[in-house]
């Protein structure tokens, strides 16, 4: 089954719209870490955060966003005022300690800002 | 920060070669390490585990014929593509997760290798 779904597969974006992104998990571990990373074309991981499952709080970074809902098992992105250096894909990712913290990624989402 | 450093991050090879790629972390030592592959436009799937000084653990559906994991090291995993195909051609990355206690353990990940298998 799968454990992260990124139910967006290709997102295109006007430059200084707002985006989200959509992360939904499955888990039986009580403790996890949820991650974003940005893959741009030259294919290099760019690690965006880390939450782990006992830290609900929102967080701000700049014009990154997170909202982390245990109830729903989300884990959404927001980009606000999107720029076209955003254009990438963004992976959602699960680790899950007791299973010697493998990532379990989802599908991506391919987002396109254009200028 | 700690680094983990893959090389090389791209390789051109003839079919029927073998293809060796190195994941080595820079300033930690790292007892478990994970091989993962992405295909063109697709997300990146779990290979193996690499364990120092034991066999790797490898995912069904990978070959470990194939997919030879050597991890010597508590620094370095190599992965050897064997008599490569041109359906080997893909986005190889590793992932090295340095120890810790609690929210202290980390992974991080190699920069990646292209291989094109001609």
């Known amino acids: 089954a799968q454990k992260v779904t990124q139910a967006q597969t290709e997102i295109s974006v006007v430059e200084k719209e707002d985006v989200t992104l959509d992360c939904v998990y499955e888990?039986?571990?009580?403790?996890?870490?949820l991650f974003w990373y940005k893959q741009p074309p030259s294919g290099e991981l760019v690690f965006l955060i880390r939450?782990?499952?006992?830290?609900?709080q929102n967080e701000i970074s700049g014009r990154y966003s997170w909202n982390f809902q245990k109830s729903t098992s989300s884990f959404n992105f927001t980009i606000t005022a999107s720029q076209v250096v955003d254009s990438a894909v963004y992976f959602c990712?699960?680790?899950?300690?007791?299973?010697?913290?493998?990532?379990?990624f989802g599908t991506g989402t391919s987002l396109t800002v254009i200028p | 920060g700690a680094v983990v450093s893959q090389h090389p991050s791209r390789v051109i090879c003839k079919s029927g070669t073998s293809v060796k790629i190195e994941c080595r972390s820079l300033?930690?030592?790292?007892?478990?390490m994970f091989w993962y592959r992405q295909f063109p436009k697709q997300s990146l799937m779990l290979m193996a585990t690499?364990?120092?000084?034991?066999?790797?653990?490898?995912e069904q559906g990978v070959e470990k014929d194939k997919f030879l994991i050597n991890h010597a090291s508590l620094t370095l995993s190599t992965l050897t593509v064997t008599s490569a195909h041109p359906e080997d051609s893909s986005f190889y990355i590793c992932?090295?997760?340095?120890?810790?206690?609690?929210?202290?353990?980390?992974?991080?990940f190699g920069q990646g290798t292209r291989l094109t298998v001609v």
């Open positions: 888990t039986r571990d009580t403790t996890y870490y």
């Open positions: 300033d930690f030592q790292a007892t478990t």
């Open positions: 690499s364990n120092e000084g034991s066999k790797a653990t490898y």
């Open positions: 939450r782990n499952s006992f830290d609900e």
């Open positions: 990712a699960l680790s899950e300690p007791y299973t010697g913290n493998q990532f379990y």
């Open positions: 992932s090295a997760t340095r120890p810790g206690q609690g929210d202290n353990t980390e992974a991080f």
